[in-house]
């Protein structure tokens, strides 16, 4: 039984090893935009040039085009201050957090992280059908295909492009962009 | 059958494999500073997306998100990790994962468990079978004894998108068998395997040659068609004499996917012939094939419904015809999960198995070794709900019931409980209470075994399920970009163990029983950090203790030992250095503590591959397996797994 106390001890230090990593989680700081979500922050004001919405898309000369980031926000803050003051023609971007779809906040880009399963599948069906580019991120594993899929290939940020759902939203992709992918779905 | 007591060897744990790493990290980073053109963040805006392309990212793999927030001790061996170990099997590839403990016997057989039950093996039938392992959803362990036959498994690896490794139970999802851990074999959809994929290699243990090809049909459907072929040469036995037990399995297989709209389609097929030599004992012929489809539809509430069916054969059979089985298996499942209102997650499902049993009896006036009956069908069929609720941002509590019926052991309900708490971004703390059962396999109620006209060891019809309640804690957490943590704690309580006991007051003959109970608590901790661009350093370490008594009733004739051959721990470090996009060097050592009976040595080992991209098309692999010793002992009564070497071009088209 001395084998056995001894082991408890053991089992008894991990666990306070575990307390003490919960007490420094609680106080971690959150974790500032890495580079891996800088470029993928640039990919997606990079992208616009190589799509082509519908017209009805925006409501008047003057709308806002909206970025909308759904579910966690990996971003920090650098999106936004990447896009303030510029354009896209004669709409202003604007990034919106958003936890959920509903209410049609009218959306051109949808950038999804921290969703999966049926909550990535409802978010992406809450804009099926509408001109909007859906992003999903790298850590997704979806069976739910969006327009735009971050990937981590070789250390290098890629994408794959569904051009199904791309049709379904009434988008139009350029074939440079198309050339771009890792991976083309039809 | 080859009984040899494994020689007492001086023990090599005075390496250090972490100096030995340390050295060579020293040695690299002194003539190499590859860490690429830095990028600042700010610089990233006057960059063309061919450009973003070309940054290299430092971050730790990540897993999906939905496993990174499992509340379950998890393991994924990504695609990018099996590459660059160099890992040519399944067995070889769960070497990665820190979960597991992976005990080579042969060059082509191994046993895998994980918290313990490796089996005592010894002559009594015990064998380790508490995994559930499964390839994209087919479940491949052997329904006969509820344990798994390594080598009758086989993937290309560059086919494999991800394997998840879960220790602990996971029967309310997964269903039976899952009591000690899943193994979830996950291979990449054809659509992300187009092109061919010519692979050869030799080695003085091992040659394989495969290839693959992936083509479109159409916009909506892709395939692949693959062959493989390995050769393995023969180990020494543990006395140093051949064990004469090469191997050698040519296997070929295909993938379609199709997909359109809301519908996903796949239907994959494999079939293999091959054979094995067994030293003394009759060759061993296997073959086998299985067919599967699953269709996925997912409906604009979120909601999804997957249907999964598939047919199985396996044989196997000891050359001429001294026993052996074979067992088809048909299995249909539905799944279906939807979110109701926003705070509940809701999976449910059914399914149905049936196992078609065909043994042949080793029956010889010197020994028999049979089923009785040899012929007969059973049927398994669960269903199962399970509700992932949030409570508040960052409380979630998933409740879990399965009920599964099989005919020996009538209707099992496994619940459990589980529940995770995100204090803050990147940081999960879980834990979960959960019931697992191994249902009685034949080899449990039906076996009969003879030494001349003497009964050794009789089946038991009244053989129970072994059962588990089990209690677990755990932690992980991403600690900025660069670090991955995770640690957990678990306590299991097992109760009607399979035992021995003597069916009368003499000796022999013998027969299966339920006479132990077993208290197993331990820990399982690893990291990942990702030290520059270029160097990813990760390790783990699993400790266990185990104590075992036997049921009031209980003879304890075959002893304690027969709750299996566990180490107290094994640990890992692993270090990988990518030079440049043409050069990478990944080096794994790995230390197992002794078994304790019987006994086998513990040991330290460090495995080497150096991978060249000489072009975008030609990877040229070296690999050096065992590089500490002339050879070591992984497994009681198993051979000397030895050093060796192992040279692979892989040319992409």
Redesign the interface.
């Known amino acids: 039984m001395r084998l056995g106390s001894h082991w408890r001890r053991r089992l008894t230090s991990a666990l306070t090893a575990l307390s003490l990593c919960v007490a420094g989680a609680a106080w971690a700081q959150p974790a500032p935009a890495t580079l891996e979500y800088a470029i993928k922050a640039t990919y997606l004001y990079k992208l616009i040039p190589f799509v082509e919405w519908p017209p009805s898309a925006f409501a008047s000369r003057s709308a806002p085009f909206l970025i909308c980031v759904v579910g966690d926000n990996p971003f920090d803050g650098y999106l936004s201050q990447a896009v303030a003051g510029r354009r896209f023609g004669t709409h202003p971007f604007a990034v919106r957090n958003l936890r959920t779809l509903e209410g049609k906040p009218g959306c051109r880009i949808v950038f999804i992280s921290g969703l999966h399963d049926a909550r990535l599948r409802q978010a992406l069906a809450a804009v099926a059908g509408r001109p909007v580019l859906t992003v999903t991120d790298s850590t997704i594993d979806s069976d739910a295909p969006s327009v735009v899929h971050f990937m981590i290939e070789k250390r290098h940020v890629r994408f794959e492009i569904d051009l199904g759902a791309a049709a379904r939203n009434d988008l139009k992709l350029s074939s440079k962009l198309l050339h771009l992918a890792v991976t083309v779905r039809h | 059958m080859l009984r040899l007591t494994p020689r007492r060897r001086r023990n090599p744990r005075g390496h250090t494999p972490v100096g030995v790493v340390a050295v060579g990290a020293m040695l690299v980073a002194s003539w190499t500073s590859v860490a690429g053109p830095t990028?600042a963040?700010q610089d990233?805006?006057k960059?063309?997306?061919?450009e973003?392309?070309?940054?290299?990212?430092?971050?730790v793999?990540?897993?999906?998100?939905?496993?990174?927030?499992a509340p379950a001790s998890i393991y994924v061996i990504t695609h990018?990790e099996i590459m660059r170990s160099g890992a040519r099997t399944i067995p070889e590839m769960l070497r990665l994962a820190p979960n597991l403990e992976v005990f080579q016997r042969s060059p082509s057989q191994y046993v895998i468990t994980a918290r313990g039950f490796a089996g005592a093996p010894g002559g009594l039938q015990n064998l380790s079978n508490k995994l559930l392992v499964l390839i994209d959803g087919r479940s491949v362990y052997n329904p006969l004894f509820s344990g798994m036959y390594w080598e009758m498994q086989d993937v290309i690896p560059a086919d494999i998108k991800r394997i998840e490794v879960i220790s602990g139970p996971g029967a309310a999802l997964w269903g039976a068998n899952a009591v000690n851990g899943v193994i979830n074999i996950v291979t990449r959809s054809s659509?992300?395997t187009?092109g061919g994929l010519l692979t050869a290699g030799y080695g003085n243990q091992r040659s394989v040659v495969s290839w693959r090809y992936g083509g479109r049909i159409?916009?909506?459907t892709t395939y692949r068609l693959y062959a493989k072929t390995f050769h393995d040469n023969a180990f020494d036995a543990a006395d140093g004499s051949s064990a004469r037990d090469g191997s050698s399995k040519p296997q070929v297989g295909f993938r379609l996917d199709w997909?359109?709209?809301r519908d996903?389609v796949r239907l994959e097929g494999d079939l293999f012939q091959g054979s094995q030599n067994q030293g003394p004992a009759p060759n061993q012929f296997i073959s086998g094939g299985n067919l599967q489809t699953r269709w996925?539809r997912?409906?604009?509430?979120?909601?999804?419904l997957r249907l999964l069916a598939y047919f199985d054969r396996v044989h196997r059979m000891a050359e001429p015809h001294e026993g052996g089985f074979t067992i088809h298996t048909a299995d249909v499942e539905l799944q279906h999960?939807?979110?109701l209102g926003?705070d509940h997650?809701v999976t449910w499902g059914v399914g149905a198995r049936r196992y078609r049993y065909a043994i042949t009896n080793a029956i010889s006036p010197a020994a028999t070794f049979a089923f009785v009956p040899s012929r007969f069908t059973s049927d398994v069929v669960n269903a199962f709900v399970q509700d992932q609720m949030a409570l508040g941002s960052q409380l979630n509590l998933t409740l879990g019931l399965k009920a599964e019926n099989d005919p020996s052991s009538g209707t099992s309900w496994l619940p459990n409980v589980r529940l995770s708490w995100n204090?803050?971004?990147?940081?999960l703390?879980w834990g979960a209470v959960s019931r697992a059962i191994r249902a009685p396999t034949p080899l449990d109620t039906q076996v009969v075994e003879k030494i001349g006209a003497q009964l050794i060891l009789a089946g038991n019809p009244d053989f129970s399920s072994e059962k588990l309640t089990a209690y677990e804690?755990g932690?992980r957490?991403?600690?900025?970009?660069h670090v991955l943590?995770s640690?957990s704690?678990f306590d299991n309580y097992y109760d009607d163990l399979h035992t021995v006991e003597p069916l009368t007051t003499t000796v022999f003959p013998l027969e299966f029983g339920n006479g132990m109970r077993g208290h197993v608590?331990?820990?399982e901790?690893w990291a990942t950090y990702q030290a520059t661009?270029w160097w990813r350093l990760s390790a783990g370490v699993y400790?266990q203790?185990r104590?075992f008594k036997f049921k009031p009733g209980a003879s304890g004739i075959a002893g304690l030992a027969q709750a299996g051959d566990d180490p107290g721990h094994h640990s890992f470090i692993r270090s990988s250095f990518?030079f440049s996009?043409h050069w990478s060097l990944h080096v794994d050592a790995r230390a197992m503590d002794a078994l304790p009976d019987p006994h086998v040595p513990g040991y330290v080992e460090l495995n080497t591959h150096i991978n060249w991209r000489v072009n975008s098309n030609l990877t040229l692999l070296l690999s050096g397996y065992n590089l500490l010793h002339a050879w070591h002992l992984e497994y009681p009564y198993g051979d000397r797994i030895p050093r060796t070497a192992y040279l692979q071009a892989q040319v992409s088209y």
């Open positions: 990028t963040i990233l805006d960059l063309s997306l061919a973003l392309a070309k940054i290299t990212v430092t971050s793999s990540k897993t999906p998100e939905k496993l990174a927030e990018d659509d992300e187009q159409n916009g909506h997909r359109r709209g996903q996925l997912t409906f604009a509430d979120g909601s999804s999960d939807f979110l926003q997650h204090p803050a971004k990147g940081a703390l804690l932690y957490q991403q600690l900025g970009s943590l640690v704690v608590y331990g820990v901790a661009s400790l203790h104590n990518d996009d």
